[in-house]
């Protein structure tokens, strides 16, 4: 900021400059010289934003390409050597991409909080009536949380950022669908079962009136009774729904 405000007050200082020919080359060069530290600065800035630093240096090996120079990033790069990139000759592809690596790490973070959120949601285990037998259920705030990040999740692949996360953004897009999915179903599947299982199951009179019915329902039930076994024994949402 110093140096910003150092520059403008050169700049205004020479356009006061009074009774001199601001033609000769003596004016243009000092006032070009200047207008290149205006551009320049803030690139500087620009580039020491956080998002800049990623563990495959993405964003500083498109610097380098951009200026055709090979450089290291540690507290040895002298200005000058900066200075000697031209960066203001390139100004608006640097702009953009410091601006790609500022809403890559916005993405990388939104992404973070998904996983994050995901990995720890567990099914709520519902007692059945007097018995040992345990339904599913996903607590209502969790499913509210499961469309909020559904609709992250389709905004993100609506970026023209998505690039270097579309692969794992998509994948997401897929897991929340099944997350979303299995768990309505489910849900509407056990609400049935339940139902029924009080007929087929429990009353002997529907089993005498209908026995073919109650033969059939009985493969129904336990393949009905592994799936919730196994949710209650998987816990975890995503891993079941997946």
């Known amino acids: 900021m110093e140096k910003d405000d150092e520059v403008k ?8 400059i009074k009774g001199f020919d601001k033609k000769q080359s003596v004016f243009t060069g000092i006032m070009d010289d200047i207008k290149k530290w205006a551009a320049f600065l803030p690139l500087c800035g620009e580039m020491r934003d956080p998002a800049m630093e990623t563990s495959d240096s993405r964003h500083w090996n498109s610097i380098k390409k951009l200026v055709n120079k090979d450089f290291t990033i540690d507290d040895k790069l002298k200005i000058k050597e900066v200075w000697e990139m031209e960066l203001f000759k390139f100004k608006d592809d640097v702009e953009d991409i410091t601006d790609q690596a500022k809403q890559e790490l916005k993405m990388e973070k939104a992404i973070s909080k ?27 705030e969790n499913f509210e949380q499961l469309e909020e990040h559904q609709m992250q999740i389709n905004n993100m692949l609506l970026s023209k950022y998505i690039g270097f996360f579309e692969k794992e953004v998509e994948q997401w897009k897929l897991d929340l669908g099944a997350i979303y999915d299995v768990v309505q179903l489910i849900g509407d599947v056990q609400k ?6 009080n007929l087929f199951i429990q009353s ?39």
């Open 114 to 140: 998904i996983i994050e959120k995901w990995q720890e949601v567990e099914f709520e285990s519902i007692k059945h009536k007097d018995t040992n037998i345990f339904t599913l259920k996903m607590q209502e």
């Open 192 to 197: 049935t079962w339940s139902f029924l299982e």
């Open 9 to 16: 007050q050169l700049r205004k200082g020479l356009n006061d």
């Open 204 to 242: 002997e009179e529907v089993k005498k009136d209908l026995p073919k019915e109650s033969e059939q329902f009985i493969h129904i039930d336990k393949n009905m009774k592994t799936i919730m076994d196994k949710g209650n024994k998987i816990k975890n949402v995503l891993q079941f729904c997946t």
